[in-house]
């Protein structure tokens, strides 16, 4: 491999390396999960935490695959599962096992081994991970190993491992094992069953079903050794171990590869043997030209998805880190899965899509992948069924999306949490309430449509999502006092559950209700064929548009004329006032300080609720003034309790020209991540940070947006101290270009 093939010029640019790397400098075991989560790869099929080739103690090592879930006996609700673990690739020198020793291990047995010299980089440029490691043996000879691994993005199925070994000083014999690990569990649930593991003269296979949901998988490996590879089974652990033994001269080096592929019952009837018959030619393909279509994969992805920032490091290299996750889990080829909460980085909700994917990951795919955002759309489309499922078991007509959705589309959001420190368990109201996620997908349907002009999606399939969830909503609210209200909802901010009249889902039933009738319009006027196949499908009477027209004047909205604010939802200011700023500094959400039932009976809210509405629908939500007024009032109140919510209020806050707050907002959702400021980021990363981070530079300081014509423009008001912005967006096909500066 050529090393120095990052430097290729990109937009005519130098691409500068350090701006590309995460890099872990020297071993920080204390932050092992952290990390692990921070350098994770993926391909849009899988992701494969930063874990380690040889293993560590306390690390969480995990492969998801999208779409395959599974609920294990005994547990509440369906999770991503575990897939076999594809990394190990295990060295001894001198009969000394290459591991990473931490100081307090090296002072009780100096004889395990040393650590002299760590570092890790994940290149986000050409997603490859590498971990180099200076390393002395018990027998005293010193090596330099240096791991890499990338999940290809050319291909799918394929996994790429590499290790150099030089012989820094002395001549050790050198033992190098390789095998596909299946005690995988997911925290201890076991999902796999019927393990059967094979091996050939050169490579090692596994295939397994999952025990509930009876997805089949197939996985191989091969090592590609200098010298002689023999495979031998370790009865011990039921595993086919491929093993390559040698002496490296004084100051020589050797590579070993290992390839790996993997297929489910989601790709092909047979994934054994599809497994098997790519890794073969895999083989003949060969790393180095593996990697290097890889990287033309990479290059192409990030020509239309970077972001390039000048003037601010710290914001350049966290908006690519942002990007490069969502692009990691971001499905290339399948349309029928979607993107969780925590990415395929985590066990964090059970790998789960909530309206994270639809109102925070999607909008920068829409608008620089839109292919990627149609195939997460698609998703929901080929859900449809599940959420006219809901919405009949609960009484409604139409279409009610599940809070938490897997592959099945049913609600699969636990009604009860973990347990507390005294064993109760607190009831999650999400699943029955948050009725605002069939609002989400309808705004994302549309968002991608305005962007794109693929008028033949929104026809074929947009549509029926936005008008059944209207037709959902003309079936839920209800008329009470003279107008529509919509009871028991729980709006974005979850401290407050069961509130009657959320101004959020109110406010935005009522813009979704004027975006149905308007597509009734357009699709009357554009494709009589399916407006005829919705009209009788959805059963759109001119009755149910009266109804809904009838629900857009009569919508009860929360409003305060004397103050000229929006009311979260009525009763919200007859509880008790704290002002979240008294609980500065803090590490815990207000919430974890004050108790759940406290701090439930008080007006902190855990994330943008009214600011959000004021992000999705601008000034159509009232005049300049009341925007003011509200950030006024909501933004005391906030306790940015979810990782949702400083992104949203940076961009809010670009518009309303508080630069100062806009940046701190930003600042804060940069690092929900990369620092672990909500200390959580083991379970994986958080999704919807990463696509709300590149909503507040697009949306928030550039200010882009589509005009009355439908075409973009910006209104920019960037940090005093970045001296550019460079982006571009895909509008109607076509690539559009915006250098801001300053001026
Ligand atoms: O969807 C979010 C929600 O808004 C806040 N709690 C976490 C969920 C998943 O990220």
Redesign the pocket.
């Known amino acids: 491999m050529n090393r120095l093939s990052y430097l290729i010029l990109m937009k005519n640019k130098p691409v500068q390396p350090r701006l590309w790397n995460i890099e872990e400098f020297p071993f920080h075991p204390e932050k092992l999960n952290h990390i692990e989560t921070l350098m994770t790869v993926g391909n849009g099929y899988l992701a494969t935490r930063g874990s380690f080739e040889e293993g560590y103690e306390g690390d969480i090592v995990t492969t998801l695959i999208h779409g395959i879930f599974n609920h294990a006996s005994g547990t509440a609700v369906p999770e991503l599962v575990n897939a076999p673990n594809w990394l190990p690739f295990e060295v001894h020198i001198d009969g000394t096992p290459f591991r990473l020793v931490n100081q307090n291990e090296m002072s009780l047995n100096p004889r395990g081994g040393a650590l002299l010299g760590y570092r890790q980089q994940l290149n986000m440029h050409i997603g490859l991970l590498r971990r180099e490691a200076l390393f002395r043996a018990e027998s005293g000879s010193i090596v330099r190993i240096v791991f890499e691994r990338f999940a290809s993005l050319h291909d799918e199925h394929i996994l790429g491992q590499r290790l150099d070994i030089v012989a820094v000083d002395g001549s050790p014999k050198i033992e190098v094992t390789a095998y596909i690990e299946h005690t995988v569990t997911n925290n201890g649930v076991i999902h796999w069953t019927d393990i059967k593991t094979g091996h050939t003269t050169n490579q090692v296979s596994l295939s397994a079903k999952t025990t509930q949901s009876d997805y089949r998988l197939g996985m191989s490996s091969t090592l590609l050794a200098t010298g002689d590879m023999t495979i031998t089974v370790d009865r011990g652990n039921q595993r086919p171990v491929m093993k390559s033994v040698f002496v490296l001269p004084h100051q020589e080096s050797v590579t070993l590869v290992k390839l790996t592929t993997v297929y489910t019952s989601r790709d092909v009837t047979n994934p054994l043997k599809e497994s098997i018959h790519k890794l073969e030619n895999a083989a003949i393909i060969g790393y180095e030209k593996l990697l290097n279509q890889h990287q033309s994969e990479w290059h192409k992805y990030w020509q239309d998805s970077d972001i390039q920032i000048e003037g601010d490091e710290i914001a350049q290299l966290s908006l690519r880190f942002a990007m490069y996750h969502i692009l990691i889990s971001a499905p290339r080829h399948d349309n029928d899965v979607s993107i969780g ?1 925590k990415t395929l980085s985590g066990f964090g ?1 059970k790998g789960h899509v ?3 994917t639809e109102l925070f990951i999607l909008p920068p795919l829409i608008l620089t992948q839109p292919e990627l955002a149609r195939n997460l759309l698609m998703y929901r489309y080929h859900r449809l069924p599940g959420a006219r499922h809901k919405a009949k078991a609960n009484g409604y007509e139409g279409a009610m999306y599940p809070w938490e959705s897997t592959d099945t589309g049913e609600e699969t959001t636990p009604q009860w949490g973990d347990p507390q420190p005294d064993g109760s368990r607190i009831r999650i109201w999400t699943g029955d309430n948050e009725q605002h996620i069939s609002t989400d997908i309808a705004y994302a349907v549309l968002q991608y449509w305005r962007w794109t002009g693929d008028d033949t999606f929104l026809a074929r399939y947009g549509a029926e999502i936005i008008l059944d969830t209207a037709v959902f909503w003309g079936s839920r609210v209800e008329t009470k006092n003279g107008r529509y209200e919509i009871s028991r909802q729980i709006g ?1 901010d ?1 401290y407050h559950e069961n509130v009657d009249n959320s101004v959020f889902t109110n406010r935005m039933v009522v813009w979704h209700l004027e975006q149905a009738v308007s597509l009734v319009h357009w699709l009357k006027a554009n494709t009589l064929v399916d407006y005829n196949r919705l009209v009788e499908s959805l059963n759109l009477t001119q009755a149910r548009l009266e109804l809904w027209n009838d629900i857009i004047k009569n919508m009860f909205i929360p409003f305060d004329d004397a103050q000229q604010i929006h009311i979260q939802f009525p009763g919200f200011f007859d509880m008790e006032y704290i002002p979240v700023s008294h609980y500065y500094p803090r590490t815990a959400s207000v919430q974890a300080i004050l108790g759940h039932q406290r701090s439930i009976q008080t007006q902190v809210i ?2 943008a609720d009214v600011v959000m509405l004021m992000a999705l629908l601008g000034e159509e939500v009232g005049a300049s003034e009341v925007m003011v007024n509200n950030w006024n009032t909501y933004f005391p109140r906030t306790d940015h309790g ?3 919510s400083p992104s949203i209020h940076a961009w809010v806050a670009a518009h309303l020209g508080l630069d100062d707050i806009a940046l701190e907002q930003f600042e804060h959702a940069a690092e929900i991540d990369l620092r672990n400021n909500k200390g959580n980021v083991q379970d994986g990363i ?1 999704g ?1 940070a990463s696509g709300g981070l590149w909503q507040a530079v697009v949306f928030g300081f550039c200010g882009l947006y589509l005009d009355e014509k439908g075409e973009p423009v910006v209104e920019a008001r960037i940090p005093d101290h970045w001296k550019s912005v460079t982006f571009t967006v895909c509008y109607r096909g076509e690539r559009r270009q915006f250098t801001i500066t300053p001026n």
Do not use: M, N, R, V
């Open positions: 909460a909700y909530f309206w994270d974005p979850e855990k994330q979810s990782s949702l958080h919807a």
